[in-house]
């Protein structure tokens, strides 16, 4: 089966423009996490769904920072009025249910603000 | 939420065996150990996951101690192929207390040396 797919693999924007980052994640998969990852850096937390219910958006970095999952699968982030500072990769990753349940990651997507 | 603390580098020769040791000393009754391998630009992969005592599966095993205050991740004759980061959390999304997050630290750079 499929693992986490995520899109696009890379993103150049400009300082200021919108972006839309996509995450399929593995069918079946309640749980579902983004995590921004700077060079060099572990990954950090960003946010947590269960189902389309966003239960954690604590690590979102400020409100230009937005997730959903409208339909407990599909997810995107989206991120308004970019900046530098947000050049990172941004990794999803899905597990069957939260507590124990290992996490599957994407590839990630590069996101490169200029 | 249980932070974590290892090694920054490790260097090895092949064939070796590689024990990487995790600390976290405010681990929660609730939650799990688990390791994560990350490859350049790759999201993070699964390894091992455990709660107590030792855990072994095709790739590594995972010891704990009866206190879970650290957490030792071996690898058997390792390979070039090993080298990557590797990455310990402790958490568990079953937690009760409103935070799903599941936190990287910095990781381990392992370099296998021919």
């Known amino acids: 089966g499929a693992g986490v797919s995520q899109s696009p693999r890379y993103k150049v924007a400009k300082r200021g423009q919108d972006v839309a980052l996509r995450c399929d994640p593995i069918s079946g998969h309640v749980s579902l996490f983004w995590y921004q990852q700077a060079l060099g850096q572990g990954p950090e937390f960003l946010t947590y769904f269960q189902n389309e219910a966003q239960l954690d958006k604590s690590g979102l970095p400020s409100d230009r920072f937005f997730a959903e999952r409208p339909e407990g699968s599909v997810s995107t982030l989206k991120i308004q009025r970019t900046q530098q500072e947000d050049s990172a990769v941004y990794l999803c990753?899905?597990?069957?249910?939260?507590?124990?349940?290992?996490?599957?990651f994407g590839n990630g997507t590069r996101l490169t603000v200029t | 939420l249980a932070k974590t603390t290892q090694p920054i580098s490790m260097d090895s020769y092949e064939g070796q065996e590689v024990n990487i040791t995790c600390s976290h000393n405010n681990i929660a009754t609730n939650d799990y150990i688990t390791w994560y391998q990350q490859f350049p630009s790759q999201g993070p992969r699964f390894i091992i996951q455990g709660y107590k005592t030792k855990v072994t599966n095709e790739v590594a095993s995972l010891f704990i101690p009866a206190d879970r205050k650290s957490s030792t991740l071996s690898l058997p004759r390792v390979s070039l192929s090993d080298t990557a980061v590797y990455y310990c959390l402790v958490g568990d999304t079953y937690s009760g207390a409103g935070s799903y997050q599941l936190t990287f630290g910095k990781g381990t750079k392992l370099s296998v040396i021919p």
């Open positions: 990753a899905s597990s069957f249910e939260g507590g124990s349940s290992p996490l599957h």
